[in-house]
């Protein structure tokens, strides 16, 4: 449904908080297939990486967002997501 709002704007911008896996229930690649470049903002190292591996061109940023300074713990359920 984003992508159909947002379909005649060449050559966008996005930024991906929590972006996940690259392909699986990802908000971003009917952007990144048509071109669109990114910033993904993922703290899971796995999807990190895989992340560096399929979005070439775009930037991964391992981290959390927060409204706060700081660091948290980051409780991760393996293969989920979560």
Not at 32 to 50: C, D, I, K, L, S
Request: net charge negative; charged share 25%.
């Amino acid at each position: 449904m984003l992508y159909r709002a947002l379909e005649a704007v060449e050559c966008g911008f996005y930024i991906d908080i929590g972006a996940q896996h690259p392909e699986i229930d990802s908000v971003s690649r009917a952007f990144f297939e048509r071109g669109w470049t990114g910033v993904h903002v993922e703290p899971v190292p796995e999807y990190a990486q895989m992340l560096r591996e399929a979005r070439p061109g775009d930037v991964v940023l391992e981290a959390a967002v927060s409204s706060e300074a700081g660091e948290i713990v980051l409780e991760v359920f393996p293969a989920t997501g979560l």
